[in-house]
C-alpha cells in the first residue's frame, strides 16, 4: 500500500468516525429533549403492560450500545449487573429478560440513577468510536446464520443508533397514553401541517393504479444504513392493482363504524370478533363517545392536542390490524400487500426505477411528509403534502400514520441476520406495516422499512389505505 493509499484510508476512517459520532449526538440529544419537559415522578410510570415506563426507555437506548460494544470488543463489560438485569427487553444471550409488564412496579434503579447510566453510556461510546477500528468484522457466535452473518463494527453501532430512534417513537405512544395533551414538547408545537389539504369530497376513496404482470425489485436499494429484515433486493411478481391515493380517513371510517361494521362478526376475521367481544372495541383506541347539546352522539378523541371531535380529514390512527381489515372487507376492498405497497410508493414507472423515498431519494423535509421533526404531534390532514407524492400518484405514504399491510413478517429469501435476536426472534404471528408516523424520526425511515406488530394491537400510531384488484384484469 502507498503512502497515498494510507493517507486516503485514514481519512475514509476519520470522516466516518465523524459520520458515526454526529449522528449518534444527534440522537442522542433527541432522547434527552423528548423527557426534557417531564416532571420526575413521569418516568416511573407504566400506565399498561404493553407500555414501558420512561426512565426504562432511556436506560435501554443506552444498555443496547452496552451490548452492541461486548460484540465487538469481548474484553468490554456491562457497567452494573443490577442495570443490566431491569433493562434487558427479551435478549436471552444476556441473561434472564426483566418481565415487560412489571417495569413500573421497580422502583431501582431510579430515574436520577438511570439518566445518569445515559450520560456514561454516551461518553463510552464517544471513546469507543474513537479508540476501535470501524470495519472490523463482528462475527455473532450465537447467531445462527454462520459466517454470513458477519458485520462491521461500524454496522453494528449505526444500528445501536438506529435502535434509539425506534425506542424514541415508543415513547411519543407510551407519552401519549400516559399525559396525552398535558406532555409538553420541548419545541413550541407546530399549529398546523395542512399546506395544502384538499376538500374531504375531492378525496376521499380515490384510486391510482398500478401497473402489474411483471416483476419488480423489493428491499432496500440505496447505499446507506438499513435493518437486515429489509435485505435481500429481490424480485417479486404482482399483478395490476388498485391502491388508495391516500390513507383510509376518521371520516370514511366513521361510515364503517355507522354501518353497524363493530356490531357484526360478518367482516371480520375470527380472532379479531374475538377482541371485539372481549375488549369490547367499538371504535379506534382513543375514541369516546360524547352527545352535544342536541343529545347527538358525537365521537372524540385525545391525544397531543387534548381532547375534541375527531378531525373526518385526517387518517384514521391507533387501529389494529383486525380493524384494517374488517373496515376493508365492509368497502369491497383489502390491505395491499407490502410489496404492493412500496411499489406504489417508490416505484417511478418513468425512469425504470426504485427510489428511497416517495418523492425520490433526497432525504425527508417537513413540506413533503409529517415525521417527530414536524413537529406537529399529531396527523395531518390528508393532501397536506402534494410535494410528497409518489411517481403513481399516492401520497402522505410516508409519515403521519403507520400503514398496516396483509403480508406476514417473515425474512426476505436469503435473509442473513445482522444482530441475533433483534429481528429475526420475531417472524412469527406479526403483520408488517410500512411508511412510519409524525413520532418517527426522519433519520430512521426509509421506503423499504418495514415494522411489525401484532395482529390485535392499536396503542401505537397506525392506519392503513385500502387496495384491490384491478377490475380491467
Request: proline share 4%.
Amino acid at each position: 500500500m502507498t503512502t497515498q493509499d494510507l493517507a486516503a484510508d485514514n481519512i475514509g476512517t476519520t470522516q466516518e468516525r465523524a459520520r458515526i459520532l454526529s449522528l449518534f449526538r444527534d440522537t442522542r440529544a433527541r432522547t434527552l429533549d423528548l423527557v426534557s419537559t417531564l416532571k420526575e415522578d413521569d418516568f416511573v410510570v407504566q400506565t399498561a403492560f404493553f407500555t414501558s415506563p420512561i426512565k426504562w426507555h432511556v436506560g435501554h437506548v443506552s444498555w443496547i450500545y452496552e451490548a452492541v460494544m461486548g460484540k465487538i470488543d469481548s474484553q468490554y463489560g456491562f457497567a452494573t449487573d443490577e442495570i443490566s438485569a431491569y433493562l434487558n427487553s427479551y435478549y436471552q444471550q444476556f441473561g434472564t429478560p426483566h418481565d415487560k409488564g412489571r417495569r413500573g412496579a421497580v422502583s431501582r434503579p431510579t430515574t436520577r440513577e438511570l439518566l445518569a447510566y445515559f450520560d456514561a453510556v454516551s461518553a463510552k461510546v464517544e471513546n469507543f468510536v474513537a479508540t476501535h477500528e470501524l470495519d472490523t468484522t463482528v462475527l455473532d457466535s450465537d447467531s445462527s446464520s454462520g459466517d454470513a452473518g458477519a458485520r462491521p463494527a461500524r454496522y453494528l453501532l449505526e444500528m445501536g443508533i438506529h435502535h434509539e430512534c425506534q425506542h424514541q417513537e415508543l415513547m411519543v405512544y407510551d407519552l401519549q397514553h400516559l399525559l396525552a395533551d398535558r406532555y409538553t414538547p420541548a419545541s413550541p408545537r407546530t399549529a398546523s401541517g395542512a399546506t395544502g389539504a384538499r376538500a374531504a369530497s375531492d378525496t376521499f376513496g380515490g384510486m391510482v393504479r398500478i401497473e402489474g404482470r411483471r416483476l419488480y425489485d423489493i428491499g432496500y436499494n440505496g447505499r446507506g444504513y438499513c435493518y437486515d429484515v429489509e435485505l435481500p433486493e429481490h424480485k417479486v411478481y404482482l399483478e395490476p392493482y388498485m391502491i388508495g391515493v391516500y390513507p383510509v380517513t376518521n371520516g370514511e371510517f366513521l361510515k364503517f363504524i355507522e354501518a353497524g361494521g363493530y356490531k357484526t362478526y360478518r367482516y371480520w376475521l375470527s380472532d379479531g370478533w374475538e377482541k371485539v367481544r372481549s375488549e369490547g372495541w367499538e371504535a379506534p383506541m382513543y375514541w369516546t363517545r360524547d352527545g352535544d347539546d342536541n343529545n347527538e352522539d358525537n365521537w372524540y378523541v385525545r391525544n397531543f392536542s387534548g381532547y375534541a371531535r375527531i378531525n373526518e380529514s385526517e387518517p384514521v390512527s391507533h387501529v389494529s390490524y383486525y380493524e384494517a381489515d374488517a373496515y376493508c372487507r365492509w368497502a369491497g376492498s383489502r390491505l395491499p400487500t407490502e410489496a404492493e405497497w412500496e411499489i406504489a410508493a417508490c416505484w417511478d414507472g418513468a425512469r425504470q426505477k426504485k427510489t428511497i423515498y416517495p418523492w425520490g431519494d433526497s432525504p425527508p423535509a417537513p413540506d413533503r411528509c409529517n415525521l417527530m421533526e414536524s413537529n406537529l404531534w399529531g396527523c395531518s390532514e390528508i393532501g397536506s403534502y402534494p410535494d410528497g407524492v409518489s411517481a403513481s400518484g399516492c401520497q402522505q405514504m410516508m409519515g403521519d400514520v403507520w400503514e398496516w399491510t396483509s403480508s406476514e413478517f417473515v425474512g426476505y429469501p436469503g435473509f442473513q441476520s445482522g444482530f441475533d435476536e433483534y429481528n429475526d426472534k420475531w417472524f412469527a404471528n406479526q403483520k408488517v406495516l410500512r411508511g412510519g408516523s409524525f413520532g418517527t424520526p426522519a433519520v430512521s425511515i426509509r421506503g423499504s422499512y418495514r415494522n411489525f406488530f401484532r395482529l390485535d394491537e392499536r396503542w401505537m400510531i397506525s392506519g392503513f389505505r385500502c387496495a384491490r384488484d384491478d377490475d380491467n384484469t
